[in-house]
């Protein structure tokens, strides 16, 4: 449809209409198919579910054929409904968790996964993903750092902006392509405590350095939609801050399209206490920019009564419900309303070899080696290994999003022995429950229990079975329900129950290798103090289990990189890398640094920082050496680095480079991470890798929150990880 059709469109529209257009209904209405139940206790009528254009949640393509056509017989101008659901790492073939794909540090991968999960989720029917998330975090006891690209500006605006290209290729009207919405704007992953929900502290300054540039490269990429987070920032809920969504998303990173509501977040301005009713609370989320109002009665049951009143313009109204046709228009549904729902597609793609074949290349990168030491991986005998702990048989490797993925189509690591040929008759035992009994993790017996099977039995079988091996792979980790949304923990460490088990084993046999399966970084003392091996698995989808047989075999080489530092514990956090310095660092001499910026019972450092990763090679740095010592504003120079695979096997290493502002008018991060490149070298290869560094790259916010580079010294770090020393100095010259 041409602009001035849409406009024609809007002009017939009845209020009723209209407002219709800025209403999203969840699934549970439409499967009701009338107004009774939750759409009865919301106070919709029949008329408003008639009208409502858009359904989330409901996916699948025989399903969503039928109610289209329903749907647009029934509407009065026969506009096509809009269906979005939440695709975070795939749809029927899962990939890893969103966190662990960010440990690929390989934006390619991360966009030909959301690639593949837009062509299932298109052939099902959807039309929107509620993805990418692109709220940093630093606090692992938010259940959702899972769905993010962990603790680091840079890395997480990547990973939010591949998948936006992934899921929207050149035009979102193209053949399996869907809209993506990035999500929560703004500082969603810097609830207070680490408690979901929660207020977000940040001062203008953390929010435009270190919070928005992920938003931003995801708006660069060109997302469709934007959703508002529930958080409040400077005391005022997303869902009504103009200030966030009008001057910073639409006017400062020229977004122009449609922004919906987080579930119910215009109705919460009232338990929020900015809003004393609906009607006030239509008004405030429609004036700051909220389009669509997504599962909650406000904008259809108060919209008509305030233009009425005269308390809002009908402009706004019409504002609102263009972005709404306009995207519909985008995703070509005026004319073909059913996009490319097909059942055949459906059952061609989902699962397909190929699909699978992804998912297990995916979760193979995104595996982060934390620990190896005497090189006991990979398994040279695998055969006289065995494998345990609760991890081994189990479905459930998804993570919380797979909503609509089936378990039974993931394979548990005792399939994936089962699989290959040199694992086929590896000795397994379950060892104990994922979860303890007391644990939190209600309505989830069955991970829980070990099905009648009596605990200290259990716990004496494996502990034999261990006795008897050389080596234990020992597949540990914190149940899926753990992390993901409202799920936020206050302690990190590992259930009881599993680590009892691993003093059990390790009584009887010190040749301990973990598999952690795991939404989030956790408090990992106990394991790094026992275990010879640590491979850090996440929650790795459809193909993670044959992905982390292949990796313990040495078939692939793990190669992640942290993309949010493992804590030491829970007092550490809120934690990052790129912190600012303090007047008193300390020293790292207690007596000394009596009264340095320590605490006395823990580390300042994590137990594993950001960036780091071990592979099943080794890797030297040569020296950093700049093509000159002095820029200009607007100059700029090339940093390079010798890097040599110096161990026995091929392998590949992520080469980072950070920087350091030495002074500027405002306190400066210690480094931040601004490029990175993966080489891949054979033993004995070595490859020289250059960096160009611009001014640009130097800019921060000055004391006048003007973003500019400020003259003075500067050091490039080069290296494996955040902690890297090796570097060099340059200076930005006066003008
Ligand atoms: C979450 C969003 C999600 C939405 C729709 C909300 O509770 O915060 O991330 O997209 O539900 O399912």
């Not at 929900?197 to 931003?216: F, G, Q």
């Not at 003392?525 to 790795?540: D, F, H, N, S, T």
């Amino acid at each position: 449809m041409q602009e001035q059709e849409l406009q024609a469109l809007l002009s017939q529209l009845s209020p009723e209409e209209k407002i219709g257009q800025l209403v999203q209904l969840p699934a549970s209405f439409q499967e009701e198919g009338n107004a009774t139940g939750p759409a009865m206790q919301m106070g919709l009528t029949q008329e408003d579910l008639a009208l409502a254009g858009s359904y989330l949640g409901l996916i699948g393509a025989k399903k969503l054929r039928k109610l289209q056509e329903t749907y647009m017989a029934r509407h009065p101008h026969h506009i096509p409904l809009l269906f979005m659901a939440d695709i975070i790492n795939g749809y029927r073939t899962v990939f890893p968790i969103p966190l662990a794909q960010s440990c690929m540090f390989d934006p390619a991968l991360v966009e030909a996964c959301a690639s593949i999960a837009a062509k299932e989720t298109a052939a099902s029917g959807v039309h929107v993903t509620f993805s990418p998330m692109a709220d940093l975090s630093r606090d692992a006891r938010w259940g959702r750092v899972m769905e993010g690209g962990g603790e680091d500006p840079f890395v997480s605006g990547q990973t939010a902006a591949a998948m936006v290209r992934g899921y929207q290729g050149k035009d979102i009207r193209d053949k399996g392509k869907i809209g993506a919405c990035l999500k929560h704007f703004a500082g969603y992953g810097a609830p207070e405590g680490g408690r979901d929900y929660n207020n977000a502290e940040l001062s203008e300054r953390t929010l435009r350095e270190d919070y928005l540039p992920a938003y931003r490269a995801a708006v660069d990429a060109g997302c469709a939609l934007v959703m508002p987070s529930f958080n409040t920032l400077d005391r005022v809920p997303s869902a009504a801050n103009a200030w966030l969504l009008k001057d910073i998303l639409r006017k400062e990173m020229g977004f122009s399209g449609m922004v919906i509501s987080d579930w119910s977040a215009v109705a919460e301005l009232i338990p929020h206490g900015i809003a004393r009713d609906e009607k006030e609370a239509a008004y405030l989320a429609l004036r700051a920019g909220v389009d669509m109002d997504m599962s909650s009665p406000v904008y259809i049951k108060n919209l008509k009564a305030l233009v009425e009143a005269g308390k809002i313009p009908l402009q706004w109204i019409d504002e609102a419900v263009l972005r709404v046709l306009t995207l519909k228009n985008k995703l070509g549904l005026f004319e073909n309303p059913f996009k490319d729902l097909d059942e055949n597609e459906e059952s061609a793609l989902h699962l397909c070899e190929a699909h699978r074949q992804a998912a297990r290349k995916c979760a193979e990168k995104s595996f982060v080696l934390l620990k190896n030491e005497g090189s006991l991986l990979p398994l040279a005998e695998p055969g006289e290994t065995a494998w345990i702990g609760p991890y081994v048989d189990t479905q459930m490797l998804n993570g919380a999003w797979s909503i609509f993925a089936d378990d039974g189509d993931t394979l548990s690591l005792r399939s994936a022995l089962a699989l290959h040929e040199k694992t086929k008759n590896a000795p397994t035992a379950v060892g104990c429950a994922i979860a303890d009994p007391d644990s939190p993790v209600q309505g989830f017996m069955s991970a829980v229990s070990l099905s009648g099977v009596d605990e200290a039995q259990a716990l004496r079988e494996a502990a034999a079975l261990a006795q008897k091996a050389k080596n234990v792979v020992l597949a540990l980790g914190e149940h899926r329900e753990c992390s993901g949304e409202a799920a936020s923990r206050g302690t990190l460490t590992l259930p009881k129950c599993q680590l009892k088990l691993l003093d059990s084993i390790a009584e009887v046999n010190p040749n301990i290798i973990v598999l952690l399966f795991t939404g989030r970084p956790l408090d990992i003392r106990a394991v790094q103090e026992k275990a010879k091996a640590i491979l850090l698995c996440w929650l790795p989808g459809t193909e993670g289990a044959s992905a982390a047989v292949r990796t313990v075999l040495g078939e692939a080489s793990p190669s992640g990189r942290l993309s949010m530092a493992f804590p030491y514990c829970v007092g550490q956090l809120p934690l990052h890398y790129n912190h600012l310095r303090t007047g008193r660092p300390y020293s790292g001499d207690y007596k000394a640094g009596r009264f340095g910026s320590k605490y006395q019972d823990i580390p300042n450092d994590p137990l594993y920082p950001f960036g780091f990763g071990l592979t099943y090679t080794e890797f030297a740095y040569g020296p950093v050496t700049l093509s000159q010592s002095s820029i200009k504003k607007g100059g700029g120079l090339t940093a390079s680095v010798t890097v040599t695979n110096v161990g026995k096997r091929p392998g590949e290493e992520t080469v980072q480079l950070y920087l350091r502002d030495e002074c500027g008018s405002v306190a400066r991060p210690v480094r931040t991470l601004k490029a990175f490149e993966q080489v891949t070298l054979k033993p004995g290869e070595s490859r020289r890798v250059s960096f160009r560094i611009d001014e640009s790259m130097l800019r921060f916010y000055d004391i006048h929150m003007a973003y500019t580079s400020e003259p003075g010294d500067f050091t490039v770090f080069i290296g494996p990880d955040s902690r890297t020393e090796k570097g060099a100095r340059f200076t930005l010259k006066e003008e």
